[in-house]
């Protein structure tokens, strides 16, 4: 499809396993996100890619979380020692840079819901 | 850095009438606003978006407006549909080193009673 496609689209882990959640954006496009969701909540920012690098971390919250996106394509979102805070839906949106290099629209992925037992 | 305040959380309106949601944001830098709208276990999808070189946009049923100077935005949805029911989510970016994410508000549960 044309759209920006996310795996597995449910997770269960256990309390200290390691998963990871990918994503391809949609082609030509450049910029991506991931953003963390919790029931009920906002979308909330965690890193952000312009092609294979990553230009701003600041939104990860701790160093067991870690994202690459080694060729500026699929990117994959790694979670380390998981715990049950961690239980969300991992949203990825990819986007277009327009020329004054300002945030376009995002378009979202269905997301990862990861639930930690 | 940035942070994007929505009001209410929850609004229910009876079908063809009004509803109005309304964001504050703290970075006078940001220059761009997206509105989204999420329906349940759907992903978000934009709705409408303005850039703060201009103070009010419509498309439709829908608009929205900005104030700069209070570092204020609003969606209006008129003629409200049953289809309109969904989660409702601003957002604000542009500011500095944070010009390229985007800074959501918590959501507005939007009901329309037929």
């Known amino acids: 499809g044309a759209g920006v496609s996310q795996s597995p689209r449910y997770k269960v882990a256990k309390r200290g396993q390691d998963v990871a959640l990918r994503c391809d954006p949609i082609s030509g496009h450049v910029s991506l996100f991931w953003y963390q969701q919790a029931l009920g909540q906002g979308p909330e920012f965690l890193t952000y890619f312009q092609n294979e690098a990553q230009l701003d971390k600041s939104g990860l919250p701790s160093d067991r979380f870690f994202a690459e996106r080694p060729e500026g394509s699929v990117s994959t979102l790694k979670i380390q020692r998981t715990q049950q805070e961690d239980s969300a839906v991992y949203l990825c949106a990819s986007s277009l840079v327009n020329l004054a290099g300002n945030t376009g629209e995002l378009f979202f992925g269905e997301g990862s819901r990861l639930t930690v037992l | 850095g940035e942070n994007v305040e929505q009001h209410p959380s929850t609004l229910s309106v009876q079908e063809g009438d009004s509803a109005v949601i309304k964001c504050t944001y703290s970075?006078?830098?940001?220059?761009?606003f997206p509105w989204y709208k999420q329906e349940l276990g759907k992903r978000p999808q934009l709705i409408i978006d303005?850039?703060?070189?201009?103070g009010e946009k419509k498309d439709q049923r829908i608009a929205v407006t900005l104030n700069k100077t209070a570092k204020h935005f609003s969606l209006h949805i008129t003629e409200t549909q049953p289809e309109d029911s969904a989660v409702y989510f601003c957002a604000a970016s542009g500011g500095g080193q944070g010009a390229q994410k985007l800074v959501f508000g918590q959501g507005t549960r939007l009901t329309i009673n037929p």
């Open positions: 970075d006078s830098a940001s220059n761009y």
């Open positions: 303005i850039r703060s070189n201009v």
